[in-house]
């Protein structure tokens, strides 16, 4: 038997066998087939015992998801399951990533994308092994709409961890369609995220070192991808690559997420520990929010996990934290001052508040945030349920 061997199950959801399918399985020797089906209602009741690694759910054209396939990932929780389809339809696609399918695979079948899932179930059942050091949290920053303030709270929020926890932190730019990270911080360099997407394959911790650019002593800045033509090449493939080899590397990840509405946002949103989704208190942010809120916290398994931060918060305003929190029903979780002057010194310098204005009502207001960040997810130790339990993982490519 080979030492990565994986086992897997073949259900043919719509009732149909497909050579094709099993001419793909004959050429994986590392894969060892315990069985195939065209019977849904009866698929889980032969694996009383040991469930298969993996199942392997063909559906053909098939553009919604029938109930049985919303329960299997619940009825086999030590499973991986992995949908085939012809459909792309978003619905499908958003449905099946709410239900725990942790992989999609595009009809025809072929043997690379199929390798290449298996590999990610292989890396998945190393990191839940005894030993596992998978420390870094990533804290995802975004907003619902254009210029609420994510890239100056992500860039000032990193700086505030540092001095919350210990550790090493990395700030990523996934700002689209204009990376500002380089800009807020005054830095320039030659290297971005299109470097680790370009050389995936290979990718390892000294590469990705190498691409990092330090600012400071603890910090560590990915630059987002500045041309528009590169950005369509951050493939979410990549992303699981990139962000798993960032968790080994640092305490956490501080990703600064535009607001776009696309899969590379819902994969993010995956990943993450934590997502502070900001809003100011205007008519026009809550009538924005009101209608983005409730996929947002349908999208991430953990709804705990998706925080309200309220940005350039002024008591003297017309609205209130308690016109948000009854609109929403959900409270905000911490609200940062409105300090304009504070805020044009730290753009106008390129250097964050920590420097620009260490007395700032701003600046203490993000450090109170950090620490409420700390205190939320744990500092540097997993704690044991977060090994026990994996994240649900989802792939759209």
């Known amino acids: ?89 978003p619905d499908f696609l958003i449905r099946a990533m709410q239900v725990g399918i942790r992989e999609f695979l595009p009809l025809p079948l072929t043997q690379a994308d199929l390798e290449g899932a298996l590999s990610r179930v292989r890396m998945a059942r190393k990191q839940l092994m005894p030993g596992d050091n998978r420390q870094g949290r990533i804290i995802v920053v975004t907003g619902h709409k254009g210029g609420v303030g994510s890239t100056t709270i992500a860039v000032n929020l990193a700086q505030a961890l540092m001095e919350s926890s210990a550790g090493q932190m990395a700030l990523v ?117 009101k209608k983005l809120w409730p996929y947002t916290v349908e999208w991430h398994q953990d709804k705990r996990k998706i925080k309200l931060v309220v940005n350039r918060f002024d008591n003297s305003s017309g609205l209130q934290l308690r016109d948000l929190e009854s609109l929403l029903q959900h409270t905000a979780f911490a609200t940062l001052p409105n300090d304009y002057q504070a805020l044009m010194q730290c753009l106008n310098q390129g250097s964050p508040l920590m420097g620009t204005a260490p007395r700032s009502k701003l600046w203490r207001g993000i450090k109170e945030l950090a620490s409420k960040l700390v205190q939320e997810i744990g500092d540097d130790e997993h704690q044991a349920d977060a090994i026990a339990a994996p994240k649900k993982k989802f792939w759209l490519f």
């Open 1 to 89: 038997m080979y030492l990565d061997q994986l086992t897997i199950s073949i259900l043919f959801g719509t009732g149909l066998q497909s050579p094709e399918i099993m001419a793909v399985l004959d050429k994986l020797p590392h894969l060892k087939l315990l069985g195939q089906t065209t019977d849904p209602q009866g698929f889980v009741g032969q694996y009383k015992g040991v469930s298969p690694d993996v199942v392997l759910v063909e559906m053909n054209g098939e553009s919604r998801v029938p109930e049985w396939l919303e329960n299997l990932p619940q009825e086999m929780p030590h499973t991986h399951v992995m949908l085939c389809s012809f459909s792309r339809e």
């Open 173 to 289: 730019d996934l700002g689209r369609p204009f990376p500002d990270v380089g800009t807020f911080l005054d830095l320039e360099s030659n290297y971005s995220i299109v470097d680790l997407i370009q050389n995936i394959a290979t990718l390892d911790k000294s590469f990705l070192q190498r691409i990092m650019q330090p600012y400071g002593a603890r910090l560590s800045v990915l630059h987002g991808a500045a041309d528009f033509r590169e950005q369509d090449s951050i493939e979410l493939e990549s992303l699981e690559r990139i962000f798993a080899i960032l968790r080994n590397m640092y305490s956490f990840i501080v990703i600064d997420l535009s607001h776009w509405l696309d899969e590379l946002f819902l994969k993010v949103l995956t990943e993450a520990d934590m997502v502070l989704m900001l809003t100011g208190l205007t008519v026009p942010d809550l009538r924005n929010l």
